[in-house]
C-alpha cells in the first residue's frame, strides 16, 4: 500500500480494534485526529502511518490509562520521559490490583463468618498536648491527605526541640462517616509546646471517656472493627457525640507486613468536648 492511500474510518477501524465511535471521540479530544476531512460529507480518512499510533493508544486504555497520560505518552519528548509515565501508571495499577485482592480477601472472611469477637476496655483520657494538621477531607481523598499530613508532622517535631508522647493518632468527625467529607485531625502528642510549621498547628486534645478496642491488620479491614465496636457501644445506649479517635500503634513506616498493622478504634462514650487550636 502506498503511503499516501487514505483509507476510510470504517477500514482504519479494522486495521486497529478501534471502533468508529472511539474514534470520532479521540479525534474530537484530539489525541488522534485523521489525516483528512472530507469538507463537504465530513467523513475521516486515516493514513496506514497511523495505525501503530493507534494501537498503542488501544492497549494503554486497554489498562484504564487517563486520556491526558495516554497524549502525554504520544508527545513525549524522548524515550525516558514516556517510559517514565508508563511505569508510573504501571505502578498506580499494581496498587489497584493489591487493594483489589484484599477486597476479595476481606470479602471471603466476611462471608464465611470468620469475625473474632472483640476486647473492649474503657480508657479516661486526661487533656494532651498535640502538633496537627486539621483540614475539611473528602474520602476519596483520605489517603494521600492523611499519609502527606503525617509527613509533615514528623517532619516538624524532628526538627524541633520536643518529644513525642504517644503514638500517631486521628480524629474523624462524624460527618466524615455520613457525608464523606468531613473534618479530620491528624495529631502527634507532645510534651511540649512547638512553633507553627507550615499547616502544623498545635491543639489541646480534650480528656475523654472512650471505649477502646484494638485492630489488627490491615486499614481496609477497619470498618468490621468499626462494626464490632459500634455495635458494643449501642447495645449499652452509652455512646455519645464526638469524634472517633484512631491511634495508630504499627503502621506502614515500621513494617511492609499489613497483617502486622495495630491500630487502636476509640469511640466516645460518656463525654467528650471539641480540641481547642491554639
Not at 520521559?81 to 496498587?95: G, Q, V
Not at 458494643?232 to 484512631?246: K, L, M
Request: glycine residues 8%; aromatic residues 8%; hydrophobic residues 40%.
Amino acid at each position: 500500500m502506498h503511503m499516501s492511500t487514505l483509507v476510510t474510518i470504517g477500514d482504519f477501524a479494522r486495521m486497529t480494534y478501534l471502533s468508529i465511535k472511539s474514534l470520532r471521540y479521540y479525534h474530537e479530544v484530539g489525541l488522534l485526529a485523521p489525516a483528512s476531512v472530507d469538507p463537504d460529507t465530513g467523513y475521516r480518512l486515516y493514513l496506514p502511518e497511523q495505525v501503530p499510533t493507534a494501537q498503542v493508544i488501544r492497549r494503554l486504555r486497554d489498562l484504564d490509562m487517563p486520556l491526558g497520560e495516554v497524549r502525554a505518552v504520544l508527545t513525549a519528548g524522548d524515550v525516558a520521559a514516556r517510559n517514565a509515565i508508563i511505569a508510573n501508571h504501571l505502578r498506580r495499577m499494581e496498587r489497584q490490583l493489591q487493594q483489589t485482592q484484599a477486597a476479595v480477601s476481606s470479602l471471603r472472611v466476611l462471608l464465611e463468618g470468620g469475625q473474632a469477637p472483640i476486647q473492649v476496655e474503657y480508657r479516661s483520657t486526661r487533656p494532651q498536648l498535640a502538633i496537627a494538621v486539621r483540614a475539611e477531607v473528602a474520602a476519596n481523598d483520605f489517603g494521600d491527605w492523611w499519609a502527606d499530613a503525617f509527613d509533615e508532622l514528623r517532619a516538624a517535631l524532628a526538627g524541633g526541640d520536643v518529644r513525642r508522647a504517644g503514638p500517631d493518632g486521628a480524629l474523624y468527625h462524624s460527618e466524615f462517616f455520613t457525608e464523606e467529607f468531613g473534618e479530620t485531625v491528624a495529631f502527634i502528642p507532645v510534651t511540649g509546646p512547638l512553633p507553627r510549621a507550615g499547616r502544623v498547628r498545635q491543639l489541646e486534645l480534650p480528656a475523654s471517656e472512650l471505649a477502646v478496642t484494638l485492630h489488627e491488620g490491615r486499614f481496609g479491614d477497619l470498618d468490621k472493627t468499626y462494626g464490632a465496636l459500634g455495635t458494643f457501644v449501642n447495645e449499652r445506649a452509652i455512646g455519645v457525640d464526638g469524634p472517633i479517635r484512631e491511634n495508630y500503634l504499627v503502621t506502614a513506616a515500621d513494617t511492609e507486613d499489613e497483617s502486622r498493622h495495630r491500630t487502636e478504634v476509640c469511640w466516645p462514650v460518656f463525654h467528650t468536648t471539641e480540641t481547642k487550636e491554639k
